[in-house]
């Protein structure tokens, strides 16, 4: 446990953040599954629709640090290979 002032504060500064970033990262989640379960779905106007929200979410969460660069590369490039393949078929 932390015993000096510095300290204490960085343990609750790290605390607010943790949460924070939980926050961001769960809405991010959240809106990945339900941008896969349209495209599951098959419903190509509906996930064309909401396929630019999520990537600006996505890149939003890396922007702030939350998530790596390269792992949002990664998801909107998943996602964007699955809504390719709805369109297209």
Do not use: C, W
Not at 12 to 35: C, D, P, W
Not at 37 to 56: H, L, N, Q, R, Y
């Amino acid at each position: 446990m932390a015993t000096h002032q510095d300290a204490i504060k960085r343990m609750k500064q790290n605390e607010r953040r943790r949460i924070r970033n939980r926050h961001y990262r769960s809405t991010m989640r959240g809106q990945i599954k339900a941008l896969r379960e349209v495209i599951a779905s098959g419903d190509g106007d509906a996930a064309t629709k909401a396929f630019p929200a999520v990537v600006g979410t996505i890149h939003r969460v890396a922007g702030k640090g939350i998530i790596h660069r390269n792992a949002a590369a990664r998801r909107v490039r998943r996602l964007n290979k699955a809504l390719k393949a709805l369109v297209t078929a």
